[in-house]
């Protein structure tokens, strides 16, 4: 028993004692990486792998020389696994370093950042791609430790070309979409932070794998788009090219609107009211409509790039809204009609309760009565010829029907 624990010991100390060393070293690093980032990022993130490669060494090395039962073979071997791991950890980790180190050269917050967001999307793809297949080479490493997995291998590799046909047809679209995001990755159709349209979501780039994209709606949506997705549909690249781009209002005026004061208008808002939204290279106001009852201006302006336009665009129609509410009443949009009866003659209003005719009578254009009226009260006349129209129950005996006449017997 107690032979068993001064071994247990050694091999904890020798472990100990190698993780002391490591943390030393990583010690020094850290404080000659005051002054570099790179030596910095390099300790912090080899740390680790490197603390368990050391630990695992040192029991292998302390294990014999403590013990002489049976079954160091097996413990090997579940070191050996453990050191294999550790080892492509520590690669993996480098790679991330050496990708981030190369990233930080090429900054996006800048106005032309066209090249950095290619060299983005590229040292993006490949940093996936290299510790997949560092995982990949890994898991084989440790496999090939095993006899029975070498003779597994043998036999796969014999019958590799069916299994590769099979493969290839079961996972058909999956390997489109590698070979889809191979290719976004390397050529220019599209690019970390690009501000595109698709499936009708304006939005921009914010992940790019191999198998898929992932799109930054403005309302804080993501968009999921497998990588086949942008090379066989079309979609809007706004900055391919160049963050800038135009944007343009249109409102619907009345004709009598003056369309120089009105661009004068435009030019004083964008350079004294945009605060910085406008990068001064377009600004104009053109008629493009002038049918109907309405004309239609459509101000013109250019941003450096999509969020600023938006923010200028909305600047633009809030202001010259106010402007022609101000200054302009008259030009806000209106209907015009013109009102003519059926028989083809000019309108003629209907008088007030005051107006009659010179002989006492009703007006002829009395809204209340037509013509079948004044008939009417024409035969009523007739047939009670105790009345008069100047009499004072005029009005009412030319309301009221005519008696019925007696029959003698």
Known sequence: MRDNLISLGIIAGAAVGAVILVTVAYRILRYLGRRSMLLAELARRAYPPTAVIAALTAVWLAVPAATSNGWHEPFFRMVLLAVIAAVGWLIAALTDVAAETALRKFRLDVRDNLSARRVHTQITVIRRVAVAVIAVLTIGAMLVTFPQARA??????????????????????????????????????????????????????????????VVRIWDERRLILPSSYFTSTPFQNWTRTDASVLGTVEIDVDWSLPVEEMRREMRRIVEGESDGLWDGRVCVLQVTDATGGMVRVRPLVSAANSSALWDLRCLVREKLVAWVQRQQPSALPRVRADLEPAGGGAAQLPPTDGDSSPDGGSSPADGAESAAGSTRDSGVESADSAGSPGSPDGADTGSRPAAPAQRSD
């Open 152 to 213: 597994v291998g043998a036999s796969v590799l014999a019958s590799a070309g069916l299994a590769g046909i099979v493969a290839a047809l079961a996972a058909q679209s999956m390997l489109g979409n590698v070979l889809a995001g191979l290719q976004l990755a390397f050529g220019n159709a599209l690019r970390l932070d690009d501000v595109v349209v698709v499936e009708g979501e304006w939005g921009r780039v914010e992940e790019m794998t191999l198998g898929y994209v």
